[in-house]
Structure formats: C-alpha cells, structure tokens
C-alpha cells in the first residue's frame, strides 16, 4: 500500500457501498445475469457431457447493477472523499481504458474519478450475489488499482507535529492530502515527531499533521507546496480555538520510501504551556473543522488591511508574553477599525464593542476595551501596571473580539468594511438627538 489515504478513503467507501447494495437487492431491485459459457470441471468431460455440449453458467451483472444504483451510492457520506482521493491520483486514464469499455473518457477530472470509482467497485463486487465485501476480494481489487494509477510516480510524505489538539478519533481527513493523526496510530513514524513538552505538561496525545503527495518521474517534491498548506492549516486552528495551537518547527519528509530528513518550517509558534488551553476535536466536531479549515484556506487575503492584521493576530499568538501580545492585538484592532483622524481610543473601543458584543453589554465592553488600550502606554512605561491576572484577562478579551472579528469576515458574516458597519450599529443604537461621547 502506497497511497494511505487513497486506500483508506475506498476502504470506508466499499464497505458502505456493500450494506447500500445488499440492502437494495433485498429490498427487490433486480440483478440482473448473463449466460456464460463456463471451463469444464476438474477432471475433464466424460464422453454423455462431451455430446451434451458446452457448459454453461450465470454470471451476475454487478457492474451494471452498480450503474443503475449509482445516484444512490453518490448520496453515501464516503462518496465524495473516494472520488476527491482518486481525482488527485495520475493515471487515471489508464486505468480506464481497461475497465472501462463503453464510451469516451470524461474530460472533467471530477467526472473521471467518479467512472473510476464505478469500476473499482465494480471490481471489488465482481461475480458477487449478496454484495458481501471480502477482505480478499477488496485486497485484490485495490492493489490492481493502485499499480496503474502509481505506475511512474513516487509519494512525498511531510509529517509535522501539532500542538494544542487533541483528536478523539484516530485521524480526520482534512482534504487536500492533508490527514490530522494521533501519534500513536501513524505506523512507521519519524523516531523523534513527537516535539518535546514542557516540563510539568499533562501527559497529552500527540497530533501529527501528515501530508501525502504524489508527482511524476522528474518532477520536484511538492516541499513548498506543503510549507504553504502547514502554514494555512496553522492560521485556521488559530481561528478556529482559543487554544494556544502551534505547529512544531520543524517537520519531517521522505520522497519515495526513502529515509525520513528534517524539514525547517520557518512557522511562528511556541509549545503550549500547562496552563495553556487545549483543542478538543470531538468525532462530531471532525466536519464543522474540516469545513472551517477549507474555507479559510481559501479565503486567506494575500495583501491590505485584512492580511496585515491576520499577520498581527497571528505574532501574538506566539507570543508567551500577555504584555508583548497586547500591542500586536491592538495594531491588527486599528488596522481593520481605526482611521488616521480617528485616534481617540474610545472610538476604536465602542466600534470593536459594537461588532463583538449585544447592545445592552456594549457599554461595559467598551469600558473594558478602552481601558486595555490605555495599558499600552503603561507596559512602555514599566509603571502602573495591574496585576498579572487582570492583564492575563484582559488580553484574553482582546484577543477573542480579534478572533471574532477576523473569524467572521473570512466567513462572510462581517462585510468587509467593519469602520462602516461598526458605526451604522452604533448610530442605530443611539437614543435620537443624543450626541457621541466617545472620549
């Protein structure tokens, strides 16, 4: 087995496809059987069967049947991961012009994959009645598979650590050739990815973020291409938890079966300490994730306001010190709500306020907020400063009302221009006549 994640994605898939198909033939969809002519028993023909003829017997039409039911199978929740882990296979094609004998290949990738599927099952079903998946059959039916879509290629592997989550299930596909793993279950994993935990830490399970890529004969390990996807699935755990996720700084990878070498990251992040929150990803939660994860990858803005103030959250997310993330939170807060005549910190407190709380809290909030933002100069100063504890509290506010915001615009719940919204809820909220006092 070469391909992980291909083999798993089919593994699930086949087994809910035999409980989909034997339930529709019980149910009386019919089966349909061809005549063939059969090879003669062990041991020859006697001279009555030689004059009697050929031998004959009935096949099952499994292919066929598997056509026919092919919008239901489409409907069952491992469909699309199967389809999208051999969409990102090669040789498909190939594969294809064997198993495939009626008609033109699709041109679409996402239509071949989905061919390609009907056959394999197809091919794990074959001559079977009662669509009993067995292991032989499925063993035998992958690996016919996997020679012709691998055949020239080698697999890049990237496995990073991921600290600050914990998986209740052994792994979540997060799509993309991106699989989130408990260390403990990755077979053959690097000696030393586990990264070091601070002393006095719980012990915890450890998460690898493992990356699968395969590329052509000549063609260079995807290695930047994995840099980028680690550094995407790092800003959406952040976003998506108050947890203190990091990525460790360092990953391993190997290139066709070969030794496991160090890979630099160059990813801002420190290990959470044993005060720290942790991520827990219930089996339920595993969907809500994945969603999130993709659609922020997506969505992640290359340049203006809403990429500087990304970067900002995102330094302090690092940072082990409340006081240094403080002024980090406060620069991406007056990026995205602050304006060059507009310096007063009550504005940018009530327009924060506005955004991340309901209006019967808002003005306590903004206490809050403006009162945070006078910190700053304190912190420069070394004089002044409240105890420990409150500050710690008071960053967390700030912190989250950051989270929220950013949250929400990658989403598409916050329009993009949050000065704009902001006021037009303070000015709805406003008492008619009564003029702003935000100083």
Known sequence: MRNRQLHQALSTFAEEAAWQLASDVADGHELGFEVDEAPPPHGGRTRKQREAGAFYCYRPLTAEFIDARGSVVARLPSYLPAVHALAQTGNLDAYLDVHVAHGGIPMAPRERAELALRAFLGRVFRDSTDFVLEEPAFRGAYAELEAVVTEGRSETVVVAPVLGLELESAEVAMGDGLVLIRGEVLEDAPADAVWPRTEGMPARAAVLAVLRAETAAGEPAPIDASRR??????????????????????????????????????????????????CPIAAAEEDELRAFCSLVARRLPKSGELAWALRRFELACARRSPAEALTDHLLALRALLGSAEDEEPGRLGARVAALCSEPVERSAHTARLVHTVGLERALVAGVGLPEPELLVDLVDELSGDLRAILRDVLCGHLDADLRGTADRLLEAQRPTGEQPALR
């Open 229 to 278: 996807k680690l550094a995407r699935l790092l800003t959406a755990l952040r976003l998506f938890d108050e947890a203190a996720v990091c990525v460790g700084p360092s990953a391993w990878v190997r290139t066709a079966g070969g030794p496991w070498t160090t890979l630099p990251l160059g990813l801002d992040g420190l290990p959470p300490g044993p005060e720290d929150i942790i």
